[in-house]
């Protein structure tokens, strides 16, 4: 069983960016297919981005195509969520998650981000 932590989440404003980090222990990540989700407020939780295990294929959320950007080191067990000219919508608990190979999913505990006007 693989356990996700993630990091990075802060407060900052309207334009801003925040790269958010998620590290694997116990498993090698390149195992899974790794994605991030968000629950904004009152919402569901959904899905923000998504990373195939040798990076290869990428998918986004349409809110945040052009804003957000996946990528991965397996050799650090890591997969990252840089974030770019972030909206107040973009608040949240950003969550990780890990699946692949009749495993999972797996989830972090999330780390907060919130955006202010």
């Known amino acids: 069983q693989v356990q996700l932590v993630e990091s990075g989440g802060g407060l900052v404003q309207a334009g801003g960016s925040l790269r958010l980090s998620c590290a694997a222990f116990?498993?090698?990540?390149?195992?899974?297919?790794m994605r991030w989700f968000r629950r904004a407020p009152g919402k569901d939780r959904a899905f923000v981005a998504g990373?195939?295990?040798?990076?290869?294929?990428?998918a986004y959320a349409d809110s945040v195509k052009g804003r957000f950007t996946i990528d991965r080191d397996n050799a650090k067990n890591t997969v990252y969520l840089q974030m770019n000219n972030l909206k107040v919508e973009d608040t949240a608990v950003y969550y990780c998650?890990?699946?692949?190979?009749?495993?999972?999913?797996?989830w972090g505990q999330g780390t907060q981000v919130t955006v202010s006007s």
């Open positions: 998650n890990a699946a692949g190979s009749g495993e999972g999913p797996y």
């Open positions: 116990g498993r090698t990540l390149s195992t899974y297919t």
């Open positions: 990373i195939s295990r040798t990076g290869g294929d990428i």
